[in-house]
């Protein structure tokens, strides 16, 4: 998603689509990549670890758009797309809509090694490009992106929303246990462990209408998750009519926020 402002600056791509980085831009990936394996051990869902078996990332060196376009071509026809640091809404739906995945080409600096407010390439590559091989994951980003285009700015607000308890912060049920598919908990150290395992942690059942009413922070660890049964819940989502469920949401109150606002 984009964000107000950043104090990074993609990497330009050259002819080829290389992004050119740095050794100690190498060593961060590095560090980042080996230390959340060990973490995401148990608590991400299967279908993300096979995805990340697919994707065959490098841990010595950032790995380049193009090489994980190759694999998610082959496997759902997914793309991804450099971009600078922030991109308008407009752009951002668009890619999506034609399956393309925007992925802004810079990474993290050691200062911000724990925690990021901006989506790097880290959790670009790692937390979400895995499950964009997965086709139910796939068509519903699909579609959210092409009902994100037609959208007015105010359904957009509304969802962002549902892209934010899916997509970036979302729980599955498995035969195993409670797993996290999001991408923003599975590039993150302290999410990871926080979704799952936190006490203090509400865990709700996805509801469409529920997620559209509740709003969202992007500077804290979230008080609230959204847990879906399968993904083929989330392909359910890309067949019905969710414009009207959003329309309908417009005229209702928001639930009162689960946090300090």
């Known amino acids: ?55 065959n990332l490098p841990q010595d060196r950032v790995p380049q758009c193009n090489e994980v376009t190759k694999v998610l071509q082959e496997t759902t026809g ?15 739906f668009r890619l999506l809509a ?11 600096t050691r200062e911000d090694f724990d925690y990021i407010k901006e989506p790097d390439l880290f959790h670009e590559i790692f937390g979400h ?40 912060f979302g729980l599955i049920e498995t035969p195993a246990g409670l797993r996290a598919y999001g991408g923003g908990i599975l590039s993150s150290i302290e ?21 559209l009413l509740t709003p969202y922070r992007i500077d804290i660890k979230q008080p609230i998750y959204f847990v879906i049964k399968s993904f083929d819940q989330l392909f359910q989502l890309a067949e019905m009519d969710l414009m009207s469920a959003v329309r ?9 926020p689960p946090h300090p606002c």
């Open 191 to 211: 999410e990871t462990v926080y979704a799952l395992e936190n006490p203090s942690v509400q865990r709700k059942p996805f509801d469409v209408m529920d997620a």
């Open 78 to 92: 997914w793309a991804l797309e450099p971009v600078p640091a922030l991109i308008p809404f407009e752009q951002f």
């Open 98 to 108: 034609n399956r393309r995945f925007p992925a802004a080409t810079f990474i993290r």
């Open 1 to 55: 998603m984009s964000y107000k402002e950043t104090s990074y600056v993609s990497k330009p791509v050259d002819a080829n689509g290389f992004a050119h980085y740095t050794k100690e831009e190498d060593a961060v990936w590095h560090d980042l990549i080996v230390r959340q394996q060990k973490i995401i051990v148990n608590r991400a869902c299967d279908e993300y670890i096979h995805g990340l078996k697919l994707l």
């Open 248 to 256: 309908k949401t417009l005229h209702l109150h928001d639930h009162v």
């Open 129 to 168: 490009s895995p499950l964009l091989t997965n086709p139910a994951y796939a068509q519903y980003a699909e579609h959210y992106g092409k009902l994100g285009l037609a959208a007015t700015p105010e359904e957009r607000v509304k969802l962002a929303r549902l892209f934010w308890f899916t997509v970036e």
